[in-house]
């Protein structure tokens, strides 16, 4: 059972270490004093330790407000408050009338939360993808980088080519940790018909909570240009994106190039 937070209104003295020691807190350095955290945030944070820890599941039922209010020995409206801002961050779902569940990639509403790329007519739809490469390798420094890895510690590289209703639009190379990734193939990526992220979350006990992106225009070079299918120096988006899993730990880097002529990227901002 995870431990109980202080409570400031008992012993503000405590609350303030407690939060400082929290991973919402701010890191104190050698000239700054702890900072402190409002108690939903550090049942948040004891919530969160939950998840990251597997005690519940991606898809499961996570426990009531009453019973997590009981567990942590706080109100029900600091969980609540807790619980609203792990569902803002889209990592816990509510559900009307059954309760808040663990928010998982095989959700079909999780599909385009990391693949913005809409078509300027129809509805919606997962591509179809054909799998170029699948490969062990060293890394690359920059991509070891990215990756918080050392120079030369092994990741899995991809490349595919992604259609939607036949048409080429989106290539894509993405490198993963190695070691988290252990006995991720061409085989089983070929054979898994659901989103690759769903595939991560189920096999590899990885799931992508947030993405940091870069989008820059670029003109196709000559390879690309094949593999979509249209004239060298057409027009490209071209993203960088770097997602994280629980603990800010960064678990894929992915680069794509984008064809516009029948999509558009889409995002909301609030």
Same mark, same amino acid.
């Given at each position: 059972?995870?431990?109980?937070?202080?409570?400031?209104?008992?012993?503000?003295?405590?609350?303030?270490?407690?939060?400082?020691?929290?991973?919402?807190?701010?890191?104190?350095?050698?000239?700054?004093?702890?900072?402190?955290?409002?108690?939903?945030?550090?049942?948040?944070?004891?919530?969160?330790?939950? =998840?990251?820890?597997?005690?519940?599941?991606?898809?499961?039922?996570?426990?009531?407000?009453?019973?997590?209010?009981?567990?942590?020995?706080?109100?029900?409206?600091?969980?609540?408050?807790?619980?609203?801002?792990?569902?803002?961050?889209?990592?816990?779902?509510?559900?009307?009338?059954?309760?808040?569940?663990?928010?998982?990639?095989?959700?079909?509403?999780?599909?385009?939360?990391?693949?913005?790329?809409?078509?300027?007519?129809?509805?919606?739809?997962?591509?179809?993808?054909?799998?170029?490469?699948?490969?062990?390798?060293?890394?690359?420094?920059?991509?070891?980088?990215?990756?918080?890895?050392?120079?030369?510690?092994?990741?899995?590289?991809?490349?595919?080519?992604?259609?939607?209703? *036949?048409?080429?639009?989106?290539?894509?190379?993405?490198?993963?940790?190695?070691?988290?990734?252990?006995?991720?193939?061409?085989?089983?990526?070929?054979?898994?018909?659901?989103?690759?992220? *769903?595939?991560?979350?189920?096999?590899?006990?990885?799931?992508?909570?947030?993405?940091?992106?870069?989008?820059?225009?670029?003109?196709?070079?000559?390879?690309?240009?094949? =593999?979509?299918?249209?004239?060298?120096?057409?027009? =490209?988006?071209?993203?960088?994106?770097?997602?994280?899993?629980?603990?800010?730990?960064?678990?894929?880097?992915?680069?794509?190039?984008?064809?516009?002529?029948?999509?558009?990227?889409?995002?909301?901002?609030?």
């Amino acid at each position: 059972m995870n431990p109980v937070p202080p409570n400031p209104s008992q012993n503000p003295a405590a609350a303030t270490t407690g939060a400082a020691a929290g991973p919402t807190a701010a890191s104190a350095g050698p000239s700054s004093s702890p900072t402190f955290s409002p108690l939903y945030q550090q049942i948040k944070a004891l919530i969160t330790q939950s =998840l990251q820890s597997g005690e519940w599941k991606p898809g499961e039922l996570i426990p009531s407000e009453v019973e997590l209010a009981n567990r942590f020995k706080v109100s029900q409206g600091t969980v609540r408050k807790a619980i609203d801002e792990l569902a803002a961050e889209n990592l816990v779902m509510r559900r009307q009338g059954k309760g808040t569940f663990v928010s998982t990639h095989h959700e079909a509403r999780a599909h385009f939360r990391f693949l913005r790329l809409m078509p300027d007519e129809g509805v919606p739809h997962y591509p179809e993808s054909r799998f170029i490469e699948v490969k062990r390798m060293r890394a690359p420094a920059d991509v070891a980088r990215l990756l918080d890895l050392k120079s030369g510690d092994a990741v899995i590289f991809v490349k595919r080519v992604q259609y939607f209703d *036949g048409v080429p639009t989106i290539v894509e190379e993405l490198w993963l940790p190695g070691l988290t990734f252990e006995g991720l193939t061409a085989e089983r990526l070929v054979e898994y018909k659901g989103p690759m992220y *769903g595939l991560f979350e189920s096999e590899f006990g990885t799931r992508m909570i947030r993405a940091a992106e870069k989008i820059r225009a670029v003109c196709a070079d000559a390879g690309a240009a094949a =593999l979509l299918q249209i004239a060298a120096g057409t027009p =490209l988006l071209c993203s960088e994106r770097v997602s994280f899993t629980y603990g800010d730990k960064p678990v894929e880097l992915r680069r794509g190039l984008y064809s516009t002529e029948r999509h558009h990227y889409q995002n909301d901002l609030n």
